[in-house]
């Protein structure tokens, strides 16, 4: 009977093994030829093989007929009525066969015998002897054990007959398959017994296949039944092919979620690193915006070195974050597009614009910070100053004012007589002369005040009120002034004329000479700051014409003291009994020689302080010249590199790899640059140290410099990232390195503004050269895919995904649902416990807490929906 076990088994081997059985023999094939027609003969006519095909056959239908609950004992007598022959065929096909005769007559039982034959033929399948398909489905089946027991020592498969005796073949073909359920190295090559008997109760315990064959048969017949044993090893091969089927769909499962996790896993890192650098930011641009002045020139000078800390140690390494973070999402995103996944969508605020804009409001706040501690720092040196400008001219003023009141408040001339009341009113207007002379100083005083208050002088509070007393004092010496000279007025007449006069002309010409010494005095002690050579060349060419004054002071001098001269002349002539001394002037010629002197011991003095101040200028000056010197070499460096990158970007070709080897070259002579960047840093902050504000020699600022160099480092990052997702790309769309040249020289030849983008009109004209019809609302689809945000342009990236969008050899949604078809076995869902046994733990645990409840036609509890699962994982759903 041609339908037999062999019909079965060896045919679906045959499907199985792809039908190659027949080079798989080898050169041993001949050898067995006219042995094994031999052994066919007597087969024939042996009553103990006809007795093993009979066991055989039982086992083998009973295999099956167990799933409808049912055996036989006897092919001849239960086959008979045809009833379990047709029952047998629906359980092998999964078909219903025509409703069968119930009746006990003969031809009740033949019509079903028939009708189960019409069934088998049309199915194409012909109950005749081996023919030209069942020997390359034996074929087929031979090589499938040929390859799974390659590896084993003592297996050397080279037919159904002797090859199998010795019992290692059948364990070999389990333990490549499940080495959970024997250990292959304890089996004893002399103990072909035990070793059948072994695999056949493995495979009935485990694999559901019913022993088919004795061991004593195989191991004690010159050549074991070759049909038996392909019938019973087909049952292996369904077995195990089953097997294999569900461990291939468990892979595939597997492979996608390992793909999904290590998506996952980068998309929790990029929202871990955008909230620390968002946080960094947060907590950043308060600082940068706080504007409340200190009170000290030491306080600011603290700030102003806390800036330069986050400018040089702080901020950059957050440059780098942020660089990193827009690569890392633009790897994320291509990786999802290249594995058919949905887009990357960050959380709320998290975005990579987001990340761009706070970067922006950072560095918006930065930008004026700066230039706010240097102007503070400015102020607060001239508040320095004029403070201390302030302290001694009012230290000076109160000196001179210290016990006038009590002098003018004082009545001596009630009881003085007409001389001496003429001597009081000559030295009263001689203090009239003195007080208006120390009217400029008040009114500087006041300004020096007013000054202090508009600056914001920390210690205005005591500043003003020195300052209210000073002109209240000066309100009050005015009256009592005046006051004084009216008194005075009533009882004066002109006393001696000669000396009334030499004594009244010296008061007069003593006080303002003396007011002038004093002033010089001041003046060559007086505190300076400048921030040029130009401005201490100006002190100095003042100094200079103040030098050029002395003679002129000195002649004033000389006839001041003659007027003395001649006083004390006139009174040793006319032998006069009155004392020399100037009753108008509390300037005394010994107070004039000695001011005088200390006027030209100040002169050289204050051309030392001003030459000292010029060499510390010029020192200034050398710093400006250094670090403009290095700013106008690194400034165009840094613009001439950007330039390159740009340039190489567009018009590099050759393997990406080698582009790849450029770019990094770049990067690494880059790096390499950095030390000129810190040793500019390092001028700058001598400058800045030098309270060195400005810079005639270059056009570039260390803030020009730091911004150039930062925008450097990440434009080269940027374009060796965009190099990688190239590669990225190309491996995994399967481009090759010609493709790719050719993909890169359409892009170049419509790139008309050598920018590294195409717009509309460029990209539709490519399109068109390589081959596209476009209509409208074609040409409309393609932008929205390469121009989703509409930009007007298109990147090169964006060019590449469109080219190889259409042959991407990616897993889909479908291929996912059909492997879980497979494990679920054909169910419409899956439960928890059928994950666990297929999928590692990990992934398993992994489905059972994302799918979602089935609840569709033939729901169990604990079922799961591997389809809308599926279909989340690509983006096709709601999940």
């Not at 199985?16 to 024939?44: I, P, V």
């Not at 001598?686 to 570039?700: G, P, R, S, W």
Request: proline share 3%; hydrophobic share 35%; glycine share 6%.
């Amino acid at each position: 009977m041609g339908l037999g076990p062999r019909g079965r088994g060896a045919g679906a081997a045959g499907r199985g093994a792809g039908g190659n059985g027949a080079g798989a023999e080898g050169s041993g094939k001949d050898e067995y030829m006219t042995q094994e027609e031999e052994w066919d003969r007597d087969l024939l006519l042996d009553p103990a093989w006809e007795k093993q095909q009979r066991k055989t056959f039982t086992a083998w239908c009973n295999s099956h007929l167990r799933k409808a609950g049912t055996q036989i004992e006897n092919i001849e007598e239960d086959f008979r009525n045809g009833l379990k022959l047709m029952l047998l065929l629906e359980v092998i096909s999964g078909e219903r066969l025509p409703k069968p005769d119930r009746g006990k007559m003969r031809f009740h039982k033949i019509a079903n015998v028939n009708k189960a034959l019409d069934y088998i033929a049309s199915k194409g399948v012909k109950l005749v002897s081996i023919g030209a398909e069942e020997t390359s489905a034996k074929e087929g089946l031979l090589l499938w054990c040929q390859r799974k027991t390659a590896p084993y020592r003592n297996v050397n498969i080279q037919n159904f007959h002797l090859s199998w005796k010795d019992g290692l073949a059948f364990n070999a073909l389990i333990h490549r398959h499940r080495p959970d359920l024997l250990d292959y190295d304890k089996l004893d090559e002399d103990d072909p017994i035990g070793n059948i008997n072994l695999a056949m109760e493995i495979a009935e315990k485990h694999l559901d296949i019913p022993k088919m064959l004795d061991a004593e048969d195989v191991v004690n017949t010159a050549r074991p039944d070759e049909r038996a044993i392909m019938t019973y090893v087909s049952c292996y091969y369904h077995a195990f092919a089953g097997a294999q089927k569900a461990e291939t769909a468990a892979n595939r499962i597997c492979k996608v979620l390992a793909v999904n996790q290590e998506n996952e896993r980068l998309m929790e890192e990029y929202e871990r690193l955008a909230s620390e650098l968002l946080e960094w930011i947060r907590r950043t641009i308060p600082w940068l915006e706080n504007r409340t002045p200190e009170k000290t020139m030491q306080a600011m000078q603290k700030k102003l070195e806390d800036f330069r800390d986050y400018r040089r140690k702080h901020k950059p390494p957050k440059v780098q974050e942020k660089c990193q973070l827009e690569i890392n999402f633009n790897t994320l995103q291509t990786k999802l597009r290249i594995s058919n996944r949905p887009a990357f969508m960050p959380s709320e605020g998290k975005m990579v614009s987001d990340i761009a804009g706070a970067w922006q409001r950072l560095e918006q706040a930065e930008k004026g910070y700066e230039e706010w501690l240097l102007n503070e720092i400015r102020r607060l040196e001239r508040l320095e100053h004029l403070a201390e400008k302030f302290r001694q001219k009012a230290s000076t003023h109160e000196q001179w004012a210290y016990g006038k009141e009590q002098i003018l408040l004082q009545k001596d001339y009630e009881s003085a007589s007409l001389t001496e009341v003429r001597a009081m009113l000559r030295k009263h207007e001689a203090f009239e002369s003195d007080l208006a002379a120390h009217q400029d100083r008040v009114e500087q005083i006041a300004a020096i005040a007013q000054e202090l208050n508009e600056l914001d002088y920390h210690d205005a509070a005591s500043v003003n009120d020195r300052c209210q007393k000073i002109c209240d004092q000066w309100d009050s010496l005015g009256t009592l002034t005046q006051k004084r000279r009216e008194a005075l007025e009533v009882k004066t007449e002109k006393l001696l004329e000669t000396i009334d006069q030499l004594h009244l002309e010296f008061a007069k010409r003593a006080a303002p000479f003396n007011n002038w010494m004093e002033g010089a005095m001041e003046d060559l002690q007086d505190m300076f700051i400048v921030h040029s050579i130009e401005e201490i060349q100006s002190l100095i060419s003042a100094h200079d014409q103040f030098k050029a004054t002395l003679p002129e002071a000195d002649g004033e001098r000389q006839a001041i003291l003659s007027i003395q001269n001649e006083v004390e002349k006139v009174i040793q002539s006319y032998s006069m009994r009155i004392s020399a001394s100037n009753p108008y002037s509390t300037v005394t010629v010994e107070e004039i020689r000695s001011k005088w002197e200390k006027v030209k011991q100040l002169v050289p003095q204050r051309d030392q302080s001003l030459q000292e101040e010029l060499a510390r200028q010029h020192a200034n000056e050398r710093l400006r010249r250094q670090f403009a010197a290095q700013a106008n070499v690194i400034g165009p460096w840094i613009q001439t590199k950007m330039e390159e990158i740009a340039r190489s970007s567009i018009e590099m070709t050759g393997p990406l790899e080698d582009q790849m080897n450029q770019l990094k070259q770049y990067e690494h002579n880059i790096i390499n640059y950095k030390h000129n960047i810190d040793k500019l840093e390092g001028d700058h902050q001598l400058i800045q140290e030098a309270l060195v504000f400005d810079n005639k020699h270059t056009n570039y600022t260390m803030e020009h410099i730091r911004v150039g160099w930062e925008l450097l480092l990440t434009t080269i990052a940027r374009t060796i990232n965009e190099v990688e997702t190239q590669i990225l790309t190309r491996d995994a769309k399967g481009i090759t390195q010609e493709q790719m040249n050719d993909f890169r020289a359409s892009f170049n030849h419509f790139d008309r503004r050598k920018n590294g983008l195409m717009d509309h009109d460029d990209f539709r004209a490519c399109l068109i050269s390589m081959g596209y019809d476009l209509g409208e609302a074609e040409f409309a689809r393609i932008m929205s895919l390469v121009d989703p945000n509409g930009q007007g342009t298109v990147t090169f990236q964006s060019f590449i995904d469109f080219m190889t969008r259409e042959t991407a050899d990616t897993d889909t949604a479908e291929q996912v649902i059909a492997s879980f078809r497979i494990l679920a076995s054909d169910k419409p869902y899956i439960l928890a416990d059928e994950l666990r046994r297929e999928l590692p733990p990990e992934q398993a645990q992994y489905c059972i807490k994302r799918m979602p409840p089935y609840t569709g036609p033939g729901s169990v509890p604990g079922a799961l929906d591997y389809t809308s699962f599926s279909s989340a994982l690509y983006g096709e759903s709601d999940l």
